[in-house]
């Protein structure tokens, strides 16, 4: 089972070049590793070494690679192959019947009182709670919780074990023990959202919670009560973002990256692996690291060390350098 490489190129655009349209393209695989019936592509020059080798019946290339490309057979030529690749996989799923199928699944939990989408999916073990709206074409894989009066929009994909709708963590401090603040928001999903598995976002605590149209959010993250992620953001595994944060469109956040809470993440602001935000930042397209860097633990204790008495230095600087000052605003003998 398969799909015409003429079909393809029909569905996808690009230029087909030294190829015949009626080759049957028997699966997507990586530049190294596909065979003569398979689909690959080449994004970085820097694996175009790679691309001499392969054995792929049809290469998805750049135009800047097209002849070399041509010298080791068929190619697809388009301006960005890394998209085209990503719409190829698309296809794929839609044209073999790989995608999830309307309907609620026997196993789930629908509330009466819950709105699902007939276009909409519910996987197996799903629990979609009283007042909860899903979207078209959006789906639910298993295990999947959407709490009382949560919003999902249409065509998106919620991985298994995503909980949307638990309560945010609000306690009040009395005599010394704790005093549960109910949590009396929801979540509002936009469309075209993707959630990773075992990611939980959490209920306001009076206003909503609310991820804008087309943010992708990667697996294990934990996205707290009122905070307001804008569109098209991208957030990779095991980030954790504190209550009231506002983080802006476009943005990315890499792996264990963490934000505290009732911060202002501008636009297009790019966040390395293991930073912890503890600022605003104001300055939208701006670059943010935050990293010690590993290194042999000897070495590493060392620095830490150093890096403990950085106050002290700092103080003493500043009073050598005051010392200059007066020196030199003193009367010359």
């Known amino acids: 089972m398969g799909l015409r490489l003429g079909s393809i190129v029909d569905a996808l655009g690009g230029s087909l070049e030294g190829g ?10 990586p530049l190294d590793t596909a065979t003569s019936g398979d689909l690959s592509f080449l994004n970085n020059r820097r694996y175009a070494a790679q691309l001499a080798a392969s054995r792929a019946a049809c290469v ?17 030529v388009t301006d960005d192959p890394y998209a085209y690749f990503a719409r190829a996989t698309q296809l794929w799923v839609r044209q073999l019947g790989l995608g999830a199928v309307a309907g609620v699944h026997p196993s789930a939990v629908v509330h009466p ?36 009066r949560c919003r999902i929009g249409a065509r998106c994909i919620l991985h298994p074990g995503v909980v949307i709708g638990a309560d945010g963590f609000g306690f009040a401090p009395e005599g ?16 075209d959202v993707e959630i990773g598995a075992n990611t939980c976002i959490d209920r306001g605590a009076l206003d909503d919670t609310v991820i804008e149209d087309g943010v992708k959010l990667d697996n294990l993250i934990q996205i707290a009560h009122n905070v307001h992620i804008g569109q098209h953001t991208a957030m990779a595994g095991c980030t954790a973002v504190a209550g009231s944060t506002r983080i802006g469109a476009h ?13 202002s993440i501008a636009d ?13 930042i104001t ?23 150093t890096l403990r008495q950085l106050y002290r230095l700092r103080e003493r600087v500043k009073a050598l350098e005051q010392q200059l000052q007066d020196a030199a605003r003193a009367p010359k003998p």
């Open 60 to 76: 998805i290339v750049a135009p800047a690679l097209r002849e070399q490309a041509l010298e080791r057979g068929a190619c697809i």
């Open 268 to 280: 297009r602001t790019h966040i390395s692996t293991n930073t912890v935000v503890m600022r605003s």
């Open 20 to 29: 015949d349209r009626d080759l049957t393209i028997e699966r997507i695989a």
């Open 176 to 191: 010394g023990a704790w005093i549960k603040i109910e949590q009396l928001g929801a979540v509002r999903i936009g469309d």
């Open 283 to 305: 300055q939208p397209g701006g670059h943010y690291t935050g990293v010690f860097p590993m290194d042999d633990n000897a070495h590493w204790e060392k620095n830490a060390a």
């Open 113 to 148: 009182e819950a709105r699902v989408d007939p276009r909409a999916s519910i996987g197996p073990l799903c629990v979609v709670e009283r007042g909860a709206v899903i979207g078209a074409d959006t789906v639910l894989k298993s295990r999947v919780c959407v709490g009382a």
């Open 251 to 263: 943005c990315t956040i890499a792996g264990a990256a963490s934000i505290i809470g009732h911060l």
